[in-house]
């Protein structure tokens, strides 16, 4: 079974501070994904990572970074948190599609991780 | 279906009754369609996929319709159980990449009463 694993379940941090998200797949993919989840607004696409040190904004990379450093581990950062950065965290990966679209486009979820900011 | 704003669509069922979720989708050129779940507290879990070749799709229990003419899709839960209480999301390929970003539906509250 694919297992993604996220560092923290839940977490409280305060404005101004750098926060660290971090994210671990266990089988080999080369996708990634940072996700946030809000009510109503479903999932938004922060960033995403086809390789080693390769990244993409996503929909909403405003106030986001991150970094790949291994295939395994991909981290969000919050340079300066906010409150309005509050929110569900969801990082997932997925293998890169060979031949068109399919399983190889599935992607797998961690459990997430609720960020609080005060 | 889709819904903008705050309130999800919500679907509440007997147990043992069939659900049907829908799900309506923007992208013409999208060709692979996915069905996830998500319980409370937890990350989405993948149900079901298809293809845009496909017009039907069966799992255990559930059954995916593909309308690609309407560019709608359904989720079909037979003899729903109170574990199937969820939202469900559905999502999309994005067409014109190879790095599987997908396009997620604002999801359906499905409550199961026993």
């Known amino acids: 079974d694919v297992k993604v694993t996220q560092s923290s379940r839940y977490l409280v941090k305060r404005t101004g501070e750098k926060v660290f998200l971090e994210c671990v797949q266990d089988m080999d993919h080369e996708n990634m994904f940072w996700y946030r989840q809000d009510p109503g607004l479903g999932l938004r696409l922060i960033y995403f990572s086809y390789d080693v040190k390769m990244k993409e904004k996503g929909d909403i990379p405003e106030g986001y970074s991150v970094s790949r450093e291994k295939k395994e581990r991909f981290s969000l950062i919050l340079e300066s948190a906010s409150t309005n950065q509050t929110s569900m965290y969801l990082c997932a990966s997925s293998t890169r599609q060979i031949g068109g679209p399919g399983v190889a486009d599935t992607q797998y979820f961690g459990p997430g991780t609720r960020l609080t900011v005060l | ?44 879990q993948f149900i079901i996929d298809i293809r845009s070749n496909m017009d039907k799709r069966q799992g255990q229990r559930v059954t995916v319709l593909l309308n690609k003419t309407v560019k709608h899709l359904s989720l079909q839960i037979a003899a ?16 014109g990449t190879s790095y599987g970003k997908l396009t997620f539906g604002q999801g359906t509250i499905l409550t199961v009463h026993p």
């Open chain 2, 1 to 44: 279906g889709e819904s903008v704003g705050l309130h999800l669509p919500t679907l509440s069922v007997q147990e043992g009754d069939n659900s049907i979720i829908n799900c309506a989708y923007s992208n013409s050129a999208s060709d692979y369609f996915i069905w996830y779940k998500q319980e409370s507290g937890k990350g989405p």
């Open chain 2, 80 to 95: 729903t159980q109170p574990g199937d209480s969820a939202v469900y999301f559905c999502a999309d390929l994005r067409g």
